[in-house]
């Protein structure tokens, strides 16, 4: 594949990703990294770096939309941030570490890490897709708990999503959302922004090292964003026109579909 081709490839990919993201908050991470895999060609140690500093750039710059609306709020972040720190400086350890000692298999584990991480999100977007009358009955249960357990649940959680972001760069809004519309009874609105700035967060923190070891492509970072920020402000403007079963049950499949093909691999 010529140059050109290549760079006009990382521009439709950022495109199909960037709309996606503009319908339903997710994807920067659990579709982009696959896709750069599977059809960018990359590495996945290299997947794994130019997604997370992708998906930090995309995150921050959606988040201050809900920030200004005051829609953001900094004590959830604060406890998520608790959890994901650690686990965050965990994953990205045991990927050095492997890579330093056993680089024949870092690829092996990555891919695998990667596919298990798409099949688990695939599986919460489907549970989404459930119909509404279900969902409000699942999620109207109160998880009555004492604040402190309350505030421990959720740096564990921070923790789990947060080592799976450092290893996968897949994960963190799909999987943070059950944790946190079940601890806080908030509305939609401020836990959508809390869980943005949160996974943005962490995004950046697992994206340093990676970026410090070499694993990031700024080129494709900038060609990506080429594409996705024209893609996410035009189907931003889709909401109310598009019921959300549609790309949201497309997505499950996409991410279904290419965990099982990466675990294959």
């Not at 900094?74 to 570490?97: C, E, F, K, N, T």
């Not at 959680?157 to 946190?180: D, H, K, Q, R, Y």
């Amino acid at each position: 594949m010529t140059g050109t081709s290549l760079e006009l490839l990382e521009i439709a990919i950022g495109a199909g990703v960037g709309f996606l993201i503009g319908l339903t908050g997710l994807g920067s991470g659990s579709l982009l990294t696959p896709l750069l895999i599977l059809v960018g060609g990359f590495s996945p140690t290299s997947a794994v770096g130019t997604s997370l500093v992708f998906s930090c750039l995309t995150k921050f710059g959606g988040s201050i939309q809900f920030m200004r609306r005051g829609l953001v709020r900094y004590d959830i972040v604060r406890d998520l941030a608790l959890g994901g720190l650690p686990g965050v400086l965990i994953g990205v350890l045991v990927v050095h570490q492997l890579g330093a000692r056993r680089p024949a298999s870092m690829d092996s584990f990555l891919l695998r890490s990667i596919g298990l991480a798409l099949i688990f999100v695939a599986l919460i977007l489907i549970l989404r897709l459930f119909p509404e009358k279900l969902q409000l009955e699942l999620l109207s249960r109160d998880l009555v708990l004492h604040p402190s357990l309350q505030r421990s649940v959720v740096m564990i959680s921070g923790f789990v999503v947060g080592g799976l972001v450092s290893i996968t760069s897949i994960g963190a809004g799909a999987a943070l959302m059950p944790v946190m519309v079940l601890c806080y009874r908030r509305d939609f609105g401020t836990l959508v922004g809390s869980n943005l700035f949160a996974s943005a967060f962490l995004a950046a923190v697992a994206a340093l090292p990676h970026a410090r070891f070499g694993n990031v492509s700024w080129t494709a970072v900038g060609l990506l964003l080429a594409g996705s920020l024209p893609a996410m402000w035009i189907s931003s403007h889709m909401h109310g026109r598009i019921p959300r079963h549609i790309p949201e049950g497309l997505l499950a499949l996409v991410l279904l579909g290419m965990g099982i093909r990466i675990i294959g691999l």
